[in-house]
């Protein structure tokens, strides 16, 4: 783990932002399509921790960016070339656009300034999304992963990130996958490679740090 220099250095409010991944009704909600994998988020304390986080980055400036995952009703757009998307297609809940099921799940909180970011297809936000764009525009050169799934969506996201020049960090404690037993084995034998990797009470101490001195 990287020392509290370090990490405080790559997480300057200017320079950074803190996505989460998939933190939305349908996945990890109680009524999710993923009933085992919102049971992990849960049960772990990542979605807590996520939440944790948000709060933090509104406090000290950081920018959060919102990355979900929907369909379209009839489906166009969306892959079929795999058998997780097939499998997708036939669960009970589909993460169709407008629906509560594409909406951030509690207790993550929205900000106006917040950015959502939402695909139709593949298994990363910074592939054929906005994303890139948007982190670029906004001089984003750390981004802080956290959310679900261990197993897909945040592997993806970080190799993403880092092939585009961007340092990840994931605070190990604020994703989540299943078997739950899987998360901490990935993050040290694959995510430990390419990635900053690091706990949430250490990132929190950091962005506490850098949060505007309020004057009575």
Do not use: K, W
């Not at 009933?35 to 959060?64: C, F, I, K, N, Y």
């Not at 910074?126 to 799934?149: I, P, Y």
Request: charged share 20%.
């Amino acid at each position: 783990m990287p020392s509290y220099e370090e990490l405080r250095e790559l997480l300057d409010p200017a320079t950074t932002a803190l996505l989460t991944v998939e933190c939305q009704q349908g996945v990890v909600g109680p009524d999710s399509a993923l009933p085992e994998l919102a049971e992990a988020a849960r049960a772990s304390g990542a979605l807590t921790r996520v939440a944790r986080l948000v709060d933090a980055a509104h406090e000290s400036g950081v920018q959060v960016v919102h990355a979900i995952a929907e369909r379209r009703p009839d489906g166009r757009g969306a892959n079929h070339n795999a058998r997780l998307f097939r499998a997708a297609g036939r669960l009970p809940v589909q993460q169709l656009r407008g629906t509560t099921a594409v909406r951030v799940a509690p207790p993550v909180e929205v900000a106006e300034e917040d950015l959502v970011v939402r695909r139709l297809h593949g298994l990363s936000p910074l592939a054929g999304t906005d994303l890139d764009a948007l982190l670029r525009n906004l001089g984003c050169r750390t981004l802080v992963v956290t959310g679900v799934s261990a197993n897909v969506a945040v592997p993806n996201t970080v190799f993403d990130a880092v092939n585009r020049g961007y340092t990840a960090v994931v605070p190990g404690d604020a994703i989540a996958g299943v078997p739950a037993d899987y998360t901490p084995v990935m993050i040290r034998n694959t995510l430990a490679l390419v990635a900053t990797i690091t706990t949430t009470d250490e990132v929190l101490a950091c962005l506490e740090q850098t949060r505007p001195v309020r004057r009575a």
